[in-house]
């Protein structure tokens, strides 16, 4: 069919540009802003946007080249950049993905994600999940961050009726009785998934230290196992992970080189951060990730998000090596190794409850090696049961996982791993210990009270 040239030439004006300045967040306008990166992205090549802290108008912005994953090898990408800094690998996925991709921000440490795209000097988005039962410190901070790099962060929001629909079936807190997972999944998960649905990438805070149990194994780059993007189907979303290979003592010396603003809360003891019901300071001897829902295993503390990174049980009880037997249990380097910890058998440990009229009594902790918690603890305990050599009070492990965990519940009080418990002389019962603090002096006062 010819064209009459009139339809052609009513599509083919183009309207003036302008200049765009240097940004740190852009929306995309295909159609009404309904929330932050969930907005549809019809075209794939050529957007208009408007800046945020720009002029009122709307400015054509050349896309950066719709990429399909099947196109780049990404595991050989990872491999590539496996020992890129920081900032080469955000830069390297700014350049790729421009404004089909975002920084995912939590309010925490994860700030250096943001520091390291500002150094690169390319334009970038930033998102983040209010699950409206943050700190007060946190939503200040966010506010902090936006005067301090001139953005807008793109703030998701869970669903109003699943959240109405969870409260007033099971109340504010029934995360205590029945697990996390629930409430993450309506306030966190299901935002978040909305909001990678308008993405072809995103980017995390992912540390392969922050869960040695989970989180060992993330790559700096992969095709997201677990959510999918803008394109629909598995593949269509690619996660990045610039900071999966440092530590976090390096992250924060980042920050302070740089002096970037950072949440009050971690000068409260605060690490790991997240929703003000599920998390708490950081004691003496303990993991960062010990402080967030606390009241659960070592191998539960994920809300989800990053499920793809995670580990099966089976891999997480073996924290990277060792092999897994059917019965749960894991052969893995013991922990707690010295001629002053006694390894309890089963009917060791049966016979030490039974005993109403000790010779001396025992301190013991019930562990498992795999547990991250557990060899954060060791050379404390160590310590302690070198200090306590002599003294009249034995010192004792047993590991309670695998077949020994249902009885070690039953009989012996385990709640999470570790639990420390006190066998008196002159009683049955054992005492548990109520802290959390694990450092030497603590559990030494611990003893001196009950000896």
Same mark, same amino acid.
């Given at each position: 069919?010819?064209?009459?040239?009139?339809?052609?030439?009513?599509?083919?004006?183009?309207?003036?540009?302008?200049?765009?300045?240097?940004?740190?967040?852009? *929306?995309?306008?295909?159609?009404?802003?309904?929330?932050?990166?969930?907005?549809?992205?019809?075209?794939?090549?050529?957007?208009?946007?408007?800046?945020?802290?720009?002029?009122?108008?709307?400015?054509?912005?050349?896309?950066?080249?719709?990429?399909?994953?099947?196109?780049?090898?990404?595991?050989?990408?990872?491999?590539?950049?496996?020992?890129?800094?920081?900032?080469?690998?955000?830069?390297?996925?700014?350049?790729?993905?421009?404004?089909?991709?975002?920084?995912?921000?939590?309010?925490?440490?994860?700030?250096?994600?943001?520091?390291?795209?500002?150094?690169?000097?390319?334009?970038? *988005?930033?998102?983040?999940?209010?699950?409206? *039962?943050?700190?007060?410190?946190?939503?200040?901070?966010?506010?902090?961050?936006?005067?301090?790099?001139?953005?807008?962060?793109?703030?998701?929001?869970?669903?109003?009726?699943?959240?109405?629909?969870?409260?007033?079936?099971?109340?504010?807190?029934?995360?205590?009785?029945?697990?996390?997972?629930?409430?993450?999944?309506?306030?966190?998960? *299901?935002?978040?998934?909305?909001?990678?649905?308008?993405?072809?990438?995103?980017?995390?805070?992912?540390?392969?230290?922050?869960?040695?149990?989970?989180?060992?194994?993330?790559?700096?780059?992969?095709?997201?196992?677990?959510?999918?993007?803008?394109?629909?189907?598995?593949?269509?979303?690619?996660?990045?992970?610039?900071?999966?290979?440092?530590?976090?003592?390096?992250?924060?010396?980042?920050?302070?080189?740089?002096?970037?603003?950072?949440?009050?809360?971690?000068?409260?003891?605060?690490?790991?951060?997240?929703?003000?019901?599920?998390?708490?300071?950081?004691?003496?001897?303990?993991?960062?990730?010990?402080?967030?829902?606390?009241?659960?295993?070592?191998?539960?503390?994920?809300?989800?998000?990053?499920?793809?990174?995670?580990?099966?049980?089976?891999?997480?009880?073996?924290?990277?090596?060792?092999?897994?037997?059917?019965?749960?249990?894991?052969?893995?380097?013991?922990?707690?190794?010295?001629?002053?910890?006694?390894?309890?058998?089963?009917?060791?440990?049966?016979?030490?409850?039974?005993?109403?009229?000790?010779?001396?009594?025992?301190?013991?902790?019930?562990?498992?090696?795999?547990?991250?918690?557990?060899?954060?603890?060791?050379?404390?305990?160590?310590?302690?049961?070198?200090?306590?050599?002599?003294?009249?009070?034995?010192?004792?492990?047993?590991?309670?996982?695998?077949?020994?965990?249902?009885?070690?519940?039953?009989?012996?009080?385990?709640?999470?791993?570790?639990?420390?418990?006190?066998?008196?002389?002159?009683?049955?019962?054992?005492?548990?210990?109520?802290?959390?603090?694990?450092?030497?002096?603590?559990?030494?006062?611990?003893?001196?009270?009950?000896?």
């Amino acid at each position: 069919m010819e064209s009459d040239g009139r339809h052609d030439m009513k599509h083919a004006s183009v309207p003036k540009l302008r200049p765009v300045p240097q940004i740190g967040s852009i *929306r995309v306008l295909d159609r009404p802003y309904d929330g932050v990166v969930g907005v549809k992205l019809s075209q794939p090549r050529r957007r208009f946007v408007k800046p945020i802290n720009a002029a009122d108008s709307s400015v054509p912005i050349i896309a950066s080249e719709a990429i399909k994953t099947e196109e780049v090898d990404f595991e050989q990408l990872a491999s590539q950049l496996d020992n890129a800094s920081p900032l080469q690998i955000m830069d390297r996925a700014l350049a790729k993905f421009g404004n089909d991709i975002a920084i995912a921000f939590s309010g925490a440490e994860d700030v250096a994600l943001i520091e390291y795209a500002r150094l690169t000097g390319r334009p970038f *988005r930033v998102f983040s999940l209010d699950t409206g *039962r943050l700190n007060p410190e946190t939503y200040r901070y966010f506010e902090a961050v936006e005067k301090h790099y001139g953005i807008r962060i793109e703030y998701m929001f869970p669903d109003a009726f699943e959240v109405q629909a969870l409260v007033r079936s099971k109340g504010l807190f029934s995360f205590y009785e029945d697990g996390h997972q629930e409430c993450c999944r309506v306030r966190k998960v *299901r935002p978040l998934r909305r909001a990678l649905k308008g993405l072809r990438a995103w980017i995390t805070g992912q540390r392969k230290d922050q869960s040695p149990g989970t989180r060992s194994e993330i790559p700096v780059v992969q095709v997201d196992p677990a959510f999918e993007g803008i394109d629909g189907g598995t593949g269509s979303l690619i996660k990045w992970n610039p900071v999966a290979n440092m530590k976090g003592n390096d992250i924060w010396n980042f920050l302070r080189t740089m002096n970037v603003p950072v949440n009050s809360l971690h000068s409260q003891g605060y690490i790991s951060i997240g929703c003000e019901p599920c998390t708490r300071a950081v004691l003496p001897g303990q993991h960062e990730r010990e402080g967030r829902w606390w009241w659960e295993d070592a191998k539960a503390k994920e809300c989800g998000l990053h499920k793809g990174n995670i580990k099966q049980e089976d891999d997480a009880h073996l924290n990277g090596n060792g092999v897994v037997h059917a019965n749960g249990t894991a052969t893995v380097a013991d922990i707690f190794n010295t001629q002053n910890v006694v390894s309890l058998s089963r009917t060791g440990i049966e016979n030490l409850i039974r005993l109403e009229n000790r010779r001396k009594p025992w301190l013991v902790v019930l562990y498992a090696p795999w547990c991250p918690y557990c060899q954060d603890m060791e050379e404390s305990y160590v310590d302690l049961a070198e200090k306590l050599a002599g003294s009249g009070v034995k010192v004792g492990k047993f590991r309670a996982d695998g077949d020994q965990k249902e009885f070690a519940k039953h009989e012996l009080k385990l709640g999470s791993f570790p639990t420390i418990l006190f066998f008196p002389e002159h009683s049955s019962q054992p005492i548990k210990y109520p802290s959390e603090k694990r450092d030497v002096d603590s559990l030494m006062a611990f003893v001196n009270a009950l000896r």
